[in-house]
Every structure is written in C-alpha cells, then in structure tokens.
Nanobody
Framework: VQLQASGGGLVQAGGSLRLSCAAS????????MGWFRQAPGKEREFVAA????????YYADSVKGRFTISRDNAKNTAYLQMNSLKPEDTAVYYC????????????????WGQGTLVTVSS
C-alpha cells in the first residue's frame, strides 16, 4: 500500500488543522494505522493510532483531548483532526500502516507516507 499525507500548513496557536492520509491499494481497510511526528532535532514520536475497523483508538498523552484520529475505509483515507494546537506541536507528521506488535513503535510499521509539515506559531 502507498500512503500520501496532506493537510499540513501554518496555523496560529489555538487553531486547528486536519491531516489526511490517502492510501492506494485494496488492503487499506485491513491495516491498523498510525500517525507519528518528528520535530527538528528530535526523534520521531507516536501521536495516535486506530484499528482497521476504526473501533479502537489510542493517543499519546501530549495530544489526548486535542487530536482525533479517524478513518473512512470506503475512501481509503485516514485523518488526524488537530485542535487547540500549540507551538510544541510543530513537526513533520507522518502516517503509517500495518504496525507490528505495537502501535507505539515506529520501526514496526511496514508502510509510511512522505510526511506533511505542521507549523504552529505563537
């Protein structure tokens, strides 16, 4: 499966953005999906994940209550709705599919999108 992330941009603190991850291939609906982010000079970190059916989700503590992950299997697309953005949310955001044993571990994911930059100004 190929993934294409989009929706990043420049937003003021307190604002919102919705990221999209469009997937090609007929197997999208069978994969759990995750969003990760990487800020300059920092390691890639887990943001959120969703099960193949959309019935289960999990969030990093730093975004819980502000971000919402969802998916539309009919459209082969996953989303990350980001509200109440903070300057520390500034990063390149990546979507990923087909994790290994843990949603939280980036190296376990088999498929990655190219990343979309989110910049939050104070």
């Amino acid at each position: 499966v190929q993934l294409q992330a989009s929706g990043g941009g420049l937003v003021q603190a307190g604002g919102s953005l919705r990221l999209s991850c469009a997937a090609s291939g007929r197997t999208f609906s069978s994969y759990d999906m995750g969003w990760f982010r990487q800020a300059p000079g920092k390691e890639r970190e887990f943001v959120a994940a969703i099960s193949w059916s959309g019935g289960n989700t999990y969030y990093a503590d730093s975004v819980k209550g502000r971000f919402t992950i969802s998916r539309d299997n009919a459209k082969n697309t996953a989303y990350l709705q980001m509200n109440s953005l903070k300057p520390e949310d500034t990063a390149v955001y990546y979507c990923a599919a087909d994790p290994g044993s843990s949603w939280l571990i980036s190296v376990g994911y088999n498929y990655w999108g190219q990343g979309t930059l989110v910049t939050v100004s104070s």
